[in-house]
Every structure is written in C-alpha cells, then in structure tokens.
C-alpha cells in the first residue's frame, strides 16, 4: 500500500515538473518576445527620428536655414565684410542713322585685296581666322575706305565701327620683343586731300583730328592724340578674339567705347575731314579687322535731342513755321537723300508729340532752271516728304504739300549762297 501511495507521489511529481518545466518555457518564451518587441520598437523609434532629423536637416538646407545647435559664421561678430564700391562708366553709344559705309568683308575672296579699300602703302589682303573672313594689313600698312566722293566726307555727326582680333602678349620668334595687337591706328584726318597719308610718327601731327592708338600689349600703353599734339592714354585689357570699337563725333565733342565700355571722352575735337587705319610693323597674320560701318549721326550731345526738338518747337512757336535748309534732294528730281532723314526725323517727332496741329508742307527751289520744271519739281519734293513723315508714323490727314517753286526767294538767287538758302523745307502750322 505505502509502495502504491509512493509510486502515485513520484508520478505526479512527475507530472507537475514537466508542466511546471513547459510553463517556465513558455514564461520565457513570451517575456523573450516581449523584450524582442522593444528592441524593435527602440530601434524603429530611434530610426524615425533619426529619419525625420535628417528630413529636417535636408528641408532646412533646401530653405536656407541653419541647425538650431549652429552659429552662422558671423553671427557672433559685428564685422561684415563688405563688398567694394562699384563704378560705372557711361555706354551711350548709338550708331548714327544713315549708314555711309559698310563692309563685312563675307563677299570678298580670299587671297585677294579687299574691294572696299584703298591703300597708300604695306600690304593687305582677305584672309580667314577661325573660319572668318577678316581683311590682314601688314607691311606697314595704310590703307582707308574707298570713297567715290573727292575730298573731304565725314560729316560734322558721325559714327565709327569696326571689330578687331587680339593676340594676348607673346614674345616674338627669335627674339625679346612682345608683341599684341602691333599697335593698330585708327586716324581722322583734317585735310581735304585724301591721296597723302595724314600722319608720320608717334604724334599725332597737324594733318590730323584725332589719332587712337589701341590693342597694344601692356593695358597702360593705350594712347591717343587729338587736335595735332594733344595727348592722352589710358587703361584697358582686351580679350583674346574678337573685339569691337565704336567712335562718335558730335560737332565737337568725340567718344571712343571698347565692347561698349566708354574710355575716351573729348569735349572739343577739331573737325575731322576723313579717315584711315595704319599698322606700322610687319608682323605676318597677327592684325585682323571686319564689320567697319560708317554712319552719319551720333551720340547726343549731352542734352543735344532736347535742344534740337525745342528748337523746332521754338520756332513754331514765335513764327508759326519751321524752316530747314538741311532736307535735301537728288539734283533735278524728287529723291530724297538719306541724310535728310536726320532732319525729317526731328519734324516727325514734334509732330507726333502735337498731334492735333496741321501743318502745310512747303517745298522752296532757287531759280536756276525754268518755272515749268521747278514748280513741278518743288511739289514731287513736298509729296516726298509728306510721305516720309508718314512712314515716320505722322498722320497724314494733318499734312499737306505745296510746291512754291522759285517765287518766295529769301535771299539772292545770284550767288550760291542766296541760291542756298532759297533751296529750302517749311513747314507752315495751320
């Protein structure tokens, strides 16, 4: 019996233990899940901050702001550092409307002299540089635009243009000499014969208005002379290749820009008659220039468009009519020039700004030559520039042209001068 009670004990200890022993594991079992779920809960917490640390960071940056933890480098000193003052130099220029000449060169043929030119001596002809037609003087090389007029053909407005190649400073095979640009001369003559070159030497010389001496290869070395002795230098790098240069004479006032940047600036030039270019050394393919344009026109003269415009309102004004001797026509017919576009222009514009005013268009010859042709001819002259302040954007209903002919002489048709001033434009308001 004890041995029964016994067996029954051991069996049920037995039991106990083993469930006890499943019961444990399963205690461990789930406080080991518990424990793994906050390991990964810690872990997926820490990545989200630190995720969303780095998408504050990254948003921060994109909006320019700094770390709440950082200093901006000057934020704990009062010592900003300022940028320098910076200047300006005017660049005005405007190229004056009537194109006198023009030559880009992209017609010519290669090898050969340039068909736009003249030259008084060196040598010159039309090479490529990068695939661009340029004209190369060389030789000593002088030479001007080719000009079908006899004597003097710069008029007292006038623009200057052309594009140059420059060669950074480089030394001279064989030798020591630094060469640039060879020390390239632009020259406006004062004389009125155009078979002798204007100038000798470094200086400007008595035969000359102003002489520019550019793309040398020191900045410092930029020189000019003007009014014969005068002299002047400056500053300026060019860039290598293309550059470009710009000269407007206005009566008496003369400015030079490079790359549209102003460097010279001359209140009182004499008047220029013509022009040329000279490159004094001989060195082979370093001197290019294309793109030359003359025109007549140039940069106001300070207040010079408000002083012409309240000179043909002045006129109006105390006379009631503007009269211009400065509309001229082809001789012997109706064809307008086209530098008296200049003039025709200042008409338009106060005639636009008055758009109310009626204006008889009156077109005067001198007597040189019959009434039957001069009466006809004196309204076509009227009609023209009727049309032409028309194309200017003038209401034409507010226009109307009258040829007097040579019956309203002002002055004496005797000499040239009264002839002159008989050959005239009013513009008569009604």
């Not at 004056?96 to 002299?113: C, H, L, N, R, W």
Request: aromatic fraction near 10%; glycine fraction near 6%.
């Amino acid at each position: 019996m004890k041995r029964l009670i016994l067996l029954l004990v051991v069996a049920f200890a037995i039991v106990v233990n083993t469930d006890a022993q499943g019961w444990l594991n399963r205690l461990k079992d789930k406080a080991k899940s518990k424990i793994e779920n906050k390991i990964d809960d810690a872990v997926d917490n820490a990545m989200d901050k630190g995720i969303d640390k780095a998408e504050d960071e990254a948003s921060d940056a994109v909006r320019g702001k700094k770390g709440k933890n950082k200093k901006s480098k000057n934020e704990d000193t009062d010592d900003v550092e300022e940028a320098d003052p910076v200047t300006a130099t005017s660049s005005d220029f405007k190229r004056g409307s009537v194109i006198m000449f023009q030559d880009d060169v992209t017609a010519e043929q290669v090898g050969e002299f340039p068909s736009k030119w003249d030259m008084f001596s060196g040598t010159t002809e039309v090479k490529t540089i990068a695939g661009i037609k340029a004209i190369n003087p060389t030789d000593n090389a002088q030479i001007q635009p080719l000009i079908k007029e006899q004597g003097a053909y710069l008029p007292e407005e006038f623009t200057i243009e052309y594009d140059f190649y420059y060669w950074p400073t480089s030394k001279v095979p064989g030798n020591d000499d630094y060469i640039g640009l060879n020390d390239m001369k632009l020259i406006l003559a004062v004389t009125k014969d155009r078979s002798e070159f204007p100038q000798t030497g470094g200086d400007g010389g008595d035969l000359t208005a102003f002489v520019l001496t550019h793309g040398v290869c020191s900045s410092s070395e930029h020189t000019y002379y003007f009014n014969g002795d005068k002299k002047g230098d400056f500053d300026y790098s060019f860039k290598k290749g293309w550059n470009h240069v710009a000269l407007s004479f206005n009566k008496r006032a003369l400015k030079v820009y490079f790359n549209d940047k102003r460097v010279v600036n001359l209140p009182r030039v004499n008047q220029p008659t013509w022009l040329c270019f000279q490159v004094p050394f001989d060195y082979i393919n370093l001197t290019f220039i294309r793109n030359v344009v003359i025109a007549k026109g140039a940069v106001a003269l300070y207040d010079r468009h408000a002083q012409d415009m309240s000179a043909v309102e002045k006129a109006i004004q105390e006379t009631g009519q503007f009269v211009t001797n400065n509309i001229l026509f082809d001789t012997g017919k109706a064809t307008l020039k086209q530098e008296s576009m200049i003039e025709i222009m200042k008409v338009a514009d106060y005639m636009k700004k008055n758009p109310s005013a009626r204006f008889e268009v009156q077109g005067h010859t001198d007597n040189q030559g019959s009434d039957k042709i001069n009466d006809p001819l004196s309204q076509q002259r009227a009609e023209a520039i009727v049309k032409a302040l028309e194309g200017l954007g003038v209401d034409g209903f507010n226009l109307r042209a009258v040829g007097k002919g040579s019956h309203e002489p002002v002055a004496d048709n005797k000499t040239e001068a009264g002839r002159a001033k008989n050959r005239r434009v009013v513009f008569v308001k009604k």
